[in-house]
């Protein structure tokens, strides 16, 4: 059983920082791409950031200079550091990990976590 859980959501005003963190748990053999999503009610899920086992990284451009996503190998996590929050950045965000169980790939996602950028 895989389990991505994000934390880290919360209140900020425009122009702050917040940091979002998922954890990986499970029976897990390898974790390839890692990705941030957001979303907001009535429209498709946005994906924000993209990294690569290999350390390759692509960003939305609504975010790019702002946001800078990273991952912990060893702690099976992936961050999502947001600084110079905009209240459009207001969206619940979703981690999603592609992931290597036994012998299968399978991509998992996250519950979501809240993020509000409003004075």
């Known amino acids: 059983q895989v389990q991505l859980v994000e934390s880290g959501g919360g209140l900020v005003q425009p122009g702050g920082s917040l940091r979002l963190s998922c954890a990986v748990s499970g029976r897990i053999i390898s974790i390839d791409n890692m990705r941030w999503y957001r979303q907001i009610p009535l429209k498709p899920r946005e994906l924000v950031a993209h990294?690569?086992?290999?350390?390759?990284?692509n960003y939305a451009d609504s975010v790019k200079g702002r946001f800078t996503i990273s991952r912990d190998s060893a702690k099976n996590t992936v961050s999502l550091q947001m600084n110079n929050l905009k209240p459009e950045d207001t969206a619940v965000y979703y981690c999603?990990?592609?992931?290597?169980?036994?012998?299968?790939?399978?991509?998992?996602w996250g519950q979501g976590t809240q993020v509000t950028v409003s004075s």
């Open positions: 990294l690569t086992k290999g350390g390759l990284t």
């Open positions: 999603r990990a592609d992931i290597q169980t036994d012998f299968e790939w399978n991509s998992y």
